[in-house]
């Protein structure tokens, strides 16, 4: 079965600083898809960015960008000069391609970050 | 923006009540998947569609149905309501059923059961 594991409830980090939103996955497929989504306090679900397992760069768009880790089934969102804005909570998800036709997205429990001035 | 839109945005009804939660998916995009956010549960798939078909299913229960219209706006039911569905619902679409293909969400429907 899929497993995403969000260790940190919760995190803070000072306006402009660099914060680290750690991920670990759990999947026996060879082929699957990381995704990071942001959701802030008014509730919707906001997609950040994406990491294929076959990927050999890591993703970046703007100030995000995902370390992944293969061997270690880590893929870390790293989120640089932080924005009051970036205050929300942040959800790792996974998709595998299993069978054909299948293939939900299955969610950590997330990550509450809170940038401070 | 994500281009996904979802009707109604906040929805109060009675236990043992029915009630139906609209979704648009963007222009383009053939599938629909359905989640639904608690508190205790945390976000778990519902179902997926994928141009008017049913595709998948995770946990959704028997008093929940759902249905992909030609036109590809879905519709999700939730019959004889409990406490426990009080939940966020969102729908979220992505242009085909490819493992790598984003999912883009929708602003979600808040449903409260009294």
């Known amino acids: 079965a899929q497993k995403i594991t969000q260790t940190q409830p919760g995190m803070f980090v000072q306006e402009k600083e660099a914060v680290t939103l750690d991920c670990t996955y759990d999947?026996?497929?060879?082929?699957?898809?990381l995704f990071w989504y942001k959701q802030p306090s008014s509730g919707e679900m906001i997609f950040l960015i994406y990491?294929?397992?076959?990927?050999?760069q890591n993703a970046t768009e703007g100030r995000y960008s995902l370390n992944f880790q293969k061997a270690r089934k880590s893929a870390n969102l790293v989120i640089s000069a932080s924005q009051l804005g970036d205050s929300a909570m942040y959800f790792c998800a996974m998709r595998v391609s299993r069978n054909t036709g299948f293939q939900k997205l299955v969610f950590g429990t997330g990550t509450r970050l809170l940038v401070s001035p | 923006d994500s281009g996904v839109t979802q009707t109604p945005k906040h929805l109060i009804t009675a236990t043992g009540q029915r009630v139906t939660l609209r979704c648009s998916p963007r222009s383009g995009d053939l599938s629909v998947y359905w989640y639904q956010q608690s508190l205790d549960q945390g976000l778990q798939f519902l179902i997926q569609y994928y141009n008017g078909e049913e595709r998948a299913k995770g946990n959704i229960l028997e008093r929940f149905s759902a249905q992909q219209f030609p036109d590809l706006h879905s519709e999700l039911n939730l019959s004889s309501l409990e406490l426990g569905d009080s939940a966020l619902y969102f729908c979220?679409?992505?242009?085909?059923?490819?493992?790598?293909?984003?999912?883009?969400f929708g602003p979600g429907t808040r449903l409260l059961v009294l």
């Open positions: 999947t026996s497929d060879q082929s699957y898809g």
């Open positions: 979220a679409s992505s242009v085909g059923s490819g493992f790598q293909e984003t999912q883009y």
């Open positions: 990491q294929g397992s076959y990927d050999e």
